[in-house]
């Protein structure tokens, strides 16, 4: 018991545990995925999010196609604000076909699924983001491909990582005979249920990047349900949640919302900040919106789905 306490304690993290922690959550922040659209130059898109005021900036990993944020940019975009904190995007629970890791024979075909010869672990394309493949999280093949690009964020000196598509088990808790969900469905290859094993893949992200960045955030988007277990709560600094306060122009009902909040309050007790994105389409809700956001004691982003501005944050 002792040595599995130990552990526990390795991988916890909270805002206030990174080096050189503001004293409170971030009040602010920006999600900027197509930097290159930020501004007319790399330079430029550098210092729009340098003098940007926000206390906390998700970008990519990489800048665009020209390839990766320098550890100086990072330094300086870190710089334009006292305890501002610059965590890289990654997704890890899908395969994006225009990442360096990509080989052009794992191709979908016409149905939607990748060539005979891709590796086990890729699944079908994702219909609502052409280019993105369902992954088999769990296995190591995959996980060996993503470890690297764990170690690539840290090395170009980001203070953490932002993980998408951590919410990847629910497409195998979908009972295609049902249809419907079944929650904590057990993985048939792991012998554990979908949601322990994405549990143990951030968990072996955390520990990877805290052996040599002690501190390191790590932040999940969306899967709230993965908060009701302690472990999780354990090894996670802040979670992202999209979509959580607004539908297009409307702003969701307290009763819409309530079964997300009901996870996250369970975060916020222990001190972690909840960060939402959402993504309105009309001014004329703004200000509900950061209401809404204050009374629960969340940080609030408003800005376009693809992530291509700064967007509004208070």
């Given at each position: 018991m002792k040595h599995i306490a130990t552990g526990l304690i390795f991988l916890a993290s909270?805002?206030?545990?990174?080096?050189?922690?503001?004293?409170?959550?971030?009040?602010?922040?920006?999600?900027?995925?197509?930097?290159?659209?930020?501004?007319?130059?790399?330079?430029?898109?550098?210092?729009?999010?340098?003098?940007?005021?926000?206390?906390?900036?998700?970008?990519?990993?990489?800048?665009?196609?020209?390839?990766?944020?320098?550890?100086?940019?990072?330094?300086?975009?870190r710089a334009g604000k006292s305890g501002r904190r610059v965590v890289a995007y990654v997704s890890i629970g899908e395969a994006e076909d225009y990442r360096p890791y990509w080989q052009k024979s794992w191709d979908a075909d016409k149905d939607g699924k990748p060539d005979a010869s891709a590796p086990k672990f890729l699944n079908a394309e994702n219909p609502d983001w052409k280019g993105?493949?369902?992954?088999?999280?769990?296995?190591?093949?995959?996980?060996?491909?993503?470890?690297?690009?764990?170690?690539?964020?840290?090395?170009?000196?980001?203070?953490?990582?932002?993980?998408?598509?951590?919410?990847?088990?629910?497409?195998?808790?979908?009972?295609?005979?049902?249809?419907?969900?079944?929650?904590?469905?057990?993985?048939?290859?792991?012998?554990?249920?979908?949601?322990?094993?994405?549990?143990?893949?951030?968990?072996?992200?955390?520990?990877?990047?805290?052996?040599?960045?002690?501190?390191?955030?790590?932040?999940?988007?969306?899967?709230?349900?993965?908060?009701?277990h302690a472990n999780y709560r354990e090894i996670i600094s802040a979670i992202g949640v999209e979509d959580l306060f607004i539908a297009g122009k409307k702003l969701r009902t307290e009763k819409q919302s309530r079964f997300v909040v009901s996870f996250l309050e369970q975060l916020k007790l222990g001190g972690k900040p909840v960060l939402v994105i959402d993504y309105p389409t009309s001014e004329?809700?703004?200000?509900?919106?950061?209401?809404?956001?204050?009374?629960?004691?969340?940080?609030?982003?408003?800005?376009d789905r693809q992530l291509t501005t700064l967007g509004v944050s208070k």
């Open positions: 909270s805002w206030s545990q990174a080096a050189d922690a503001p004293a409170s959550a971030p009040k602010s922040m920006a999600y900027v995925l197509q930097a290159d659209k930020l501004a007319t130059s790399r330079e430029a898109a550098v210092q729009i999010l340098a003098t940007c005021e926000r206390d906390l900036i998700v970008i990519d990993a990489a800048f665009s196609s020209e390839g990766d944020w320098t550890p100086s940019e990072i330094k300086t975009i993105n493949y369902r992954v088999r999280y769990w296995q190591h093949a995959w996980q060996q491909i993503m470890l690297p690009a764990v170690d690539k964020v840290v090395a170009q000196g980001f203070d953490g990582i932002y993980l998408d598509i951590v919410d990847a088990f629910e497409f195998y808790e979908y009972d295609a005979a049902t249809k419907d969900w079944l929650d904590n469905r057990p993985n048939p290859e792991t012998g554990k249920t979908y949601r322990q094993d994405m549990i143990a893949w951030v968990a072996t992200i955390a520990q990877r990047a805290r052996a040599t960045h002690p501190g390191f955030l790590v932040i999940p988007q969306n899967a709230s349900q993965l908060i009701a004329s809700i703004h200000t509900a919106a950061f209401e809404a956001a204050a009374k629960q004691g969340f940080t609030l982003l408003l800005t």
